[in-house]
Nanobody
Framework: QVQLVESGGGLVQAGGSLRLSCAAS????????MAWYRQTPGNQREWVAG???????KYSDSVKGRFTISRDNAKNTVYLQMNSLKPEDTAVYYC???????????????????WGKGTLVTVSS
């Protein structure tokens, strides 16, 4: 059974940084793409960043240049380093497993089947 557990969320002032982590269970982590999404109340879940099994990365325009996604296959963990945070980055951030780059997806990244429970990031102005 695949399990994803996010951590690292919290309250930070605008301009600050946070690093989110997502620990994944399962032996095939190294060959699956991973991604981060975020969601605010009343809105649909929004893709933020993705990383392929080979380490190629892709970002939404809203976070490009500020966020960095990375992975440590030895630890079955994917990270999201968030710098220069803005109040509009406030959301629950979710880890997603099994998707990948897709020309058919609206944001260029297909969603995987597995989700974590999310971690809340709050950016104060």
């Amino acid at each position: 059974q695949v399990q994803l557990v996010e951590s690292g969320g919290g309250l930070v002032q605008a301009g600050g940084s946070l690093r989110l982590s997502c620990a994944a269970s399962g032996s095939i982590f190294s060959i699956t793409a991973m991604a981060w999404y975020r969601q605010t109340p009343g809105n649909q879940r929004e893709w933020v960043a993705g990383i392929t099994s080979g380490g190629s990365t892709k970002y939404s325009d809203s976070v490009k240049g500020r966020f960095t996604i990375s992975r440590d296959n030895a630890k079955n963990t994917v990270y999201l380093q968030m710098n220069s945070l803005k109040p509009e980055d406030t959301a629950v951030y979710y880890c997603n497993r099994g998707g990948g780059p897709s020309r058919l997806a609206p944001d260029g990244w297909a969603r995987g089947d597995y989700w974590g429970k999310g971690t809340l990031v709050t950016v104060s102005s």
